[in-house]
């Protein structure tokens, strides 16, 4: 039986079924590894033992594991969903008729050089979802900036004025940006709780491009409610609003394959789950109280910061015995994902380094061996890739020093009595079979899943089209494992050479990929493939085709990343049925708002003349109302003691700042620097006073650039 969020008694935690579903759920994993293991180190002690044969055999074993692991969460979750029976237990309070009145929950949104426009709009769609339940008052929206861009701040501040005047919502959605960003994502959150957290119970974190069903807010609330003993319920988030190819695939995937997998995580994780940073409700006093992150010793990359805060928050959570579930039963989650390779790997690198450092939190004292096991299989997702280089790079070895040396390819037989009479190529041809099982196993249940359940089997366009979909995100996984194989490798040696990844904004648009770019990007997997496929075909042409898949992965790599960028290819296979889900077939009211609106921003944004640069500086004092904005959230800020001190750091108020603004006046926004330009837009008594000067001045006494902005925002306003 598989226990939902939702079938929990109040303060009942099944910690006697635990152990059981632990061991049984690794020693399957075990079990498989150890039965191929023992086939793979036969055939290599049939060419003659080596050490380098120890050292594949070794990685083999590793390599095999985290994958016989990964084929359990989908064996497991696939018959825990044909198998399993949801009975309630004795005492049960069922959590639908809990109420939640005078219940505080905060729903914030921490962002960072966003595009605030789809940052609100799917505020907008959560917000008016919630209002719809009739629980609205119980829930209050922060949008917690962390920008540095001063456009893109003085964009935030326009458009959520514009949003709360269309909702009605003073009072109920709170803009707030931070003058210093210490500890990027973490730090803001932290910043907010400082400040606010008493005033709520709970508090969900979203992410920028979260989009959260009213129903799913409120149900939340109400489990958090009948299980005080929860400290944190992460949702499931569905990838949603894809549109290139490639985001359109592993919307797919995502949507498909993930029940069964998230079913199968649950079974041996069950009240001591994981944290994957948005879509998730937390418990503020115990959040407050335990997870506040350190820094971990030593110098970047693996010290300071932990950038993948989300993972150690929870196991401080697991900690001070705080539960912590995983809602995989419950929908109206939503988030976006990149539209491109490479902006896919430009999150993965961020997150690679987090999880590298997650190798010094592994040893923190008084952690759960759950938690523990979660960072571990953390870091081997992005370790295993240099792993599956070297095993590469060792059966070359292996490979040459057999053909150079004129070594017979069997010297002994089969210590298996089943394969004594096998040729070695037979032998190889088993193992590789039983991998490709392994791997592929998971889809094919998703697969049978799917077809046993008819309503959800039309929301993928019926079971041929998904068919036919599994069968081109194979395709494409096949040949997209091995950039990531380079890219995980290069991401873990830099990080070992102790070069960090800076904080930049994730790219989430579906622009597509231009051929320079591309080329740029990928010109060294393309040499890298087609150096290895020449090496190996002078080597061996039998071998050159086994390699096939891998090394066309590497030679097609620009047009891979191009091709699967567009919006067209998207386009085309949503017209052939392929790759659909069911937010697309059947889309909630939440994401039919969003698209609609950002279909008329698409529209209308094509009409405006492209801005010029520091357009927003220019905004903040020469438009009344955006400057009128602007200078009252930073009085506002004056009030916060914490705030005042920031801003005499920042040297807001002083005759300094005031001589930045009149050389701003004088010479423009190019003769200040970036840190000058925020500095004099964080000193309300400086914007008050831009603002009359820059209508008052004579044009002499102007810059330029003033004057083409004045006569731009006269036409506009004519």
């Known amino acids: 039986m598989s226990l939902t969020i939702s079938e929990l008694p109040p303060n009942t935690v099944p910690a006697f079924r635990r152990g059981p579903r632990l061991f049984l759920f690794f020693s399957s994993a075990v079990l498989l590894t150890g039965a191929v293991a023992m086939l793979f180190a036969d055939l290599l002690w049939r060419t003659g033992w080596s050490a380098s044969r120890t050292v594949l055999l070794v990685l083999f074993i590793i390599l095999f594991l985290l994958t016989a692991i990964g084929c ?27 109420k939640i009145d005078g219940v505080s929950t905060a729903i914030i949104f921490p962002i960072y050089n966003e595009d605030s426009v789809r940052v609100l709009e799917g505020l907008r769609a959560t917000y008016e979802s919630l209002e719809r339940t009739g629980q609205l008052d119980q829930f209050d929206f922060f949008i ?22 269309d909702l009605d919502a003073l009072g109920k959605i709170y803009y707030r940006r931070r003058l210093f960003n210490e500890a990027r994502k973490s730090g803001n959150v932290r910043d907010f709780l400082n ?68 079913s199968g995580l649950n079974y041996w994780a069950l009240d001591f789950g994981n944290y994957w940073g948005h879509n998730a409700i937390i418990r503020t006093e115990p959040f407050m ?27 401080l959570m697991l900690r001070e015995n705080w539960s912590v579930w995983l809602a995989y039963d419950l929908d109206g989650s939503y988030e976006e994902a990149p539209q491109a390779l490479i902006e896919n790997a430009q999150r993965e690198r961020r997150w690679c380094q987090g999880n590298l450092q997650h190798s010094l939190v592994l040893f923190a004292r008084g952690l759960r061996g759950v938690s523990r096991m979660h960072l571990i299989l953390g870091i081997m997702g992005y370790v295993a890739g240099p792993l ?99 890219w995980h490798t290069r991401f873990v040696l830099t990080n070992l050479a102790g070069i960090s990844v800076g904080w930049t904004t994730q790219k989430r648009s579906a622009d597509g990929t231009d051929w320079l770019y591309a080329a740029q990007r990928h010109w ?56 659909l889900t069911p937010e697309e077939t059947r889309p ?35 438009d009344p109302y955006v400057n009128a904005v602007h200078v009252t959230l930073l009085r506002e800020k004056q009030l916060n ?37 925020l500095a004099v837009m964080a000193d309300q008594r400086v914007m008050v006073w831009l603002h009359q000067q820059a209508w008052v001045r004579p044009e002499e006494k102007l810059a330029p650039w003033w004057k083409a902005m004045i006569r731009d925002f006269s036409h506009r306003e004519n």
């Open 195 to 262: 400040t606010w957290g008493k005033r709520y119970r709970y508090f969900v974190c979203c992410d920028a491009d979260s989009v959260m069903r009213g129903e799913t807010l409120v149900d939340l609330a109400k489990l958090m409610e009948v299980h005080p003993t929860v400290g944190l319920i992460q949702t499931v988030p569905a990838l949603v609003n894809a549109e290139s190819l490639f985001g359109r695939i592993q919307q797919f995937a995502n949507r498909l394959y993930a029940p069964v997998f998230i």
């Open 588 to 622: 909630p009211m939440e994401l039919v708002s969003l698209r609609s609106r950002m279909k008329i921003h698409e529209l209308t944004g094509d009409e405006t003349p492209r801005p010029r640069t520091h357009a927003g500086l220019a905004a903040a004092v020469l």
């Open 289 to 315: 109280q335990f997870c506040d992150l350190p820094s971990l010793p030593g110098r970047k990359p693996f010290g300071g910061q932990i950038l993948s805060h989300d993972f150690v928050e929870a196991a």
């Open 388 to 486: 599956w280089l070297a095993f590469l790079i060792v059966f070359y070895w292996i490979f040459c020093v057999q053909k150079f040396t004129g070594l017979s390819n069997i010297t002994v037989e089969s210590f298996n009595p089943y394969l004594k009479n096998w040729s070695g190529t037979a032998h190889a041809l088993l193992i590789f079979i039983i991998c490709m099982v392994v791997i592929l196993l998971p889809k094919l249940l998703s697969l049978i899943d799917l077809a046993r359940d008819w309503p959800r089997r039309r929301q993928f366009g019926g079971l041929l089209n998904a068919a036919g979909g599994v069968l081109g995100e194979t395709l494409f996984s096949t040949l997209h494992a091995p950039l990531l194989m380079l």
């Open 641 to 677: 003691p914490v705030y005042a001190e920031h801003l005499v750091k920042l040297g807001a108020g002083t005759d300094a700042v005031r001589e930045l603004g009149e050389k701003l006046l004088a010479g423009g926004p190019e003769k200040l620097n970036a840190g000058e330009r």
């Open 72 to 98: 359990m969460h989908g064996v497991y979750g696939f018959f825990i969903r044909i198998f399993g029976t949801r009975r309630h237990i004795t005492g049960l309070k069922p959590f639908q008729g809990q």
């Open 144 to 165: 917690l900036s962390d920008s540095t861009n001063p456009d893109r701040w003085v964009e935030e501040e326009k458009n959520w004025s514009e949003l709360v005047r």
């Open 524 to 579: 060294g997997h393309t040499l890298i493939g087609a150096a290895w496929g020449w090496f190996t075909w002078k080597l061996d042409p039998d071998l050159f085709w086994w390699f096939t898949p891998v090394l066309a992965g590497l030679v097609l790599s620009v047009p891979l990343s191009v091709l699967t960028s567009r919006r067209s290819l998207g386009a085309r296979a949503k017209s052939l049925g392929l790759f």
